[in-house]
């Protein structure tokens, strides 16, 4: 069965950090992984695709990379904000479907 | 309007009730998907459409019925729910459903089923 595990499940931080957030899956058949923001309530606002070939994407202030070999993947954020608060969803893509994490929940506090 | 919309955002319905959720994506994607995100738990695939075909039914019980008349469109028929069903539904999208497809989301139905 493929899985995908977040750790931490919750982060709590002051403005101005640099923190990296983490992603496992067990599964070698996972292809991309993609990295997702959700806001309470709302959907899920795509921030990171990271194709099967490749090693790392960045946005901004967002880097994530990808590991196929040892499973896993990071999400670096520089420089929190509060307007970064938020959940944050790792998914693995296999073969018709997205495979979720649980997500880490983020908090920046000024 | 832009990207995946979703109608209604909030819906509230009783156990007898029959309702429908609706999903239009606006990206001239052909594969789109139904996902159930329940408090505490991963979001969960329920069905995927390709080219308005069903190509998985990933285990949803029969009060959910699906139906995608065109590649735009996407709804998902509701009834005679349990109160355990409310969560919010996802729609998304992209453009194939190969592995190496980006999904794009809607903002989500909130469904409380009483």
């Known amino acids: 069965k493929q899985e995908v595990t977040q750790i931490p499940a919750a982060l709590s931080v002051p403005e101005g950090e640099n923190l990296v957030l983490n992603c496992s899956f067990t599964d070698s058949a996972i292809y991309n992984l993609q990295w997702f923001r959700q806001d309470p309530g709302k959907g899920l606002t795509s921030l990171l695709l990271i194709q099967s070939s490749q090693r790392e994407q960045t946005s901004g202030r967002l880097n994530a990379s990808l590991d196929k070999s040892s499973g896993r993947s990071t999400l670096y954020i520089a420089a929190s904000q509060p307007g970064d608060s938020a959940t944050y969803l790792c998914?693995?893509?296999?073969?018709?479907?997205?495979?979720f994490g649980a997500g880490t929940r983020l908090a920046v506090h000024p | 309007e832009t990207g995946v919309t979703q109608t209604p955002r909030h819906l509230v319905m009783g156990m007898t009730n029959k309702k429908s959720l609706k999903c239009e994506q606006h990206l001239g994607h052909n594969a789109m998907y139904w996902y159930k995100q329940s408090a505490k738990k991963p979001l969960e695939l329920m069905f995927v459409y390709s080219l308005e075909e069903r190509v998985e039914n990933n285990s949803v019980p029969s009060r959910f019925s699906p139906e995608c008349p065109n590649s735009s469109h996407l709804f998902l028929h509701l009834h005679t729910l349990q109160p355990e069903d409310s969560a919010l539904y996802l729609c998304?999208?992209?453009?194939?459903?190969?592995?190496?497809?980006?999904?794009?989301f809607g903002p989500g139905t909130r469904l409380t089923v009483l």
């Open positions: 998914a693995g893509t296999g073969y018709n479907k997205l495979i």
């Open positions: 998304a999208s992209s453009q194939g459903t190969g592995r190496s497809n980006e999904q794009f």
